[in-house]
């Protein structure tokens, strides 16, 4: 029997561990190495995470092999480049599932955000290249974004392909109850971003967690999800500080960087259970059903989603292009032996 009381032991546990009690825990982030410690259950990636990542020594390997598989599949430049993006994400990927025991998130290029055939052809490439280096699709969520083309592209990757969907850039409950309705696995609303346009458009400085836009989007979507009986799952991400992560303990996810973990890892002050299913069901929220036409109004309707959904796409393709534009370069030295 151990005799030191549970208050003290809660005080002697870290945020970090005490949070793992209500909420699973995913790294946020391509630089795998940064995150066994926190013994996270799951990591999401995205193309800046993977652009920053494939700019450390440590990883020029996975480059340099992702390079040599495009150029030997051949085809036009265009072609090689594509598939050797494809294959370096998957790698960041195979590596980080040796890390975490449970899934990687892999995201579909932004710049087909509003093509929902070329969405779902890219992902199923990409199940496909897992599945060749002996990992089945039960460990994956593609990332698709929250636009009504990515979400539709999402509803039939899991109805027609069991693929798992982890619905990012969301942004408003219009994104989100359409997400429900097309049975995706799991959404990400991003916290900090939308702190971020409230502190940029009210001029304020800053917000307690308990008023923070960002936390309060998250809360009423889990509200309505399990009010309502939704399989999909909410992951928190994008986060600017703990507060937002603590103020979200209890969330069926929270996807966190290595610098928070870091973080929650030295806190140890209380983190009590915030969301929980028993306040979610006797909260007063109403069930709407969206079709193309209302989804398209009532988001159109938010103006911080509309601009920071645009903006989302706008910077991952951003990034997807500086990754294209460095692996060319290197391509082109490996063609000419340098």
Not at 16 to 28: E, G
Not at 138 to 164: F, Y
Not at 241 to 254: E, I, R, S, Y
Not at 268 to 295: F, N, Q, R
């Amino acid at each position: 029997m151990s005799s030191v009381s549970p208050d003290k032991r809660r005080k002697m546990e870290s945020a970090l561990n005490q949070l793992k009690k209500h909420t699973v825990v995913v790294a946020d982030t391509g630089d795998f190495n940064a995150i066994e410690e926190y013994k996270p259950q799951d990591a999401t990636t995205n193309p800046s995470l993977i652009l920053a990542a494939a700019k450390m020594p440590a990883y020029q390997h996975l480059v340099d092999q992702a390079i040599k598989y495009g150029i030997a599949i051949g085809g036009t430049e265009d072609e090689q480049v594509a598939n050797t993006m494809d294959k370096l994400f998957v790698s960041f990927g195979l590596e980080i599932l040796k890390k975490v025991p449970g899934r990687v998130s892999t995201e579909v290029d932004a710049r087909l955000s509003f093509d929902k055939e070329e969405m779902v052809a890219k992902a199923l490439r990409i199940i496909a290249l897992y599945e060749e280096a002996g990992i089945g699709k039960e460990r994956v969520l593609i990332k698709l974004s929250s636009t009504w083309e990515g979400i539709q592209a999402g509803r039939e990757l899991e109805e027609k392909h069991g693929v798992h969907c982890n619905m990012t850039l969301l942004f408003s409950f219009a994104q989100a109850v359409a997400c429900a309705e097309a049975k995706v696995t799991l959404i990400s609303p991003f916290v900090g971003r939308i702190l971020d346009w409230y502190k940029e458009s009210t001029g304020r400085k800053s917000y307690e967690p308990q008023e923070d836009p960002g936390v309060l989007s998250v809360t009423q979507i889990f509200n309505y999800y399990k009010k309502f009986g939704y399989s999909t799952v909410v992951m928190g991400a994008s986060f600017r500080n703990t507060g937002q992560v603590k103020a979200l303990a209890g969330c069926d996810l929270l996807t966190i960087s290595p610098s928070l973990l870091a973080e929650l890892s030295q806190d140890h002050s209380t983190v009590t259970e915030m969301l929980k299913v028993e306040k979610a069901k006797a909260s007063d929220l109403e069930k709407i059903h969206l079709d193309e036409k209302d989804y398209r109004w009532q988001h159109n309707k938010d103006q911080m989603a509309t601009e920071k959904l645009s903006d989302g796409i706008r910077k991952f393709a951003a990034d997807a292009i500086k990754l294209e534009t460095m692996i060319k370069e290197k391509m082109l030295n490996v063609k000419n032996g340098k």
